[in-house]
């Protein structure tokens, strides 16, 4: 019941575990949102030499 000393504690309990959730739950989000803009990075970057080497295999096949 309201005022009573175990439901004061188990509120309390509840909200603290509520907030750990949130917050651990706000980190993996960060990291994931972290890998995401580093895995684009990469694969830009992997874009741009496949670009090259298919640019440098047309300028041997004109050369020929």
């Known amino acids: 019941t309201y005022g009573d000393w175990s439901s004061d504690v ?8 509520m907030r750990d959730e949130l917050a651990l ?6 990291r ?3 890998r995401e803009t ?3 990075m990469i694969l830009h970057k ?3 030499h496949v670009t090259a080497i298919l640019d440098a295999m047309k300028g041997l096949a004109n050369a020929n």
């Open 25 to 30: 739950e706000k980190y993996h989000r960060r």
């Open 10 to 17: 188990c509120s309390s309990d509840l909200m603290e575990k």
């Open 32 to 34: 994931s949102e972290e």
């Open 38 to 40: 580093e895995l684009r």
């Open 46 to 48: 992997v874009a741009l």
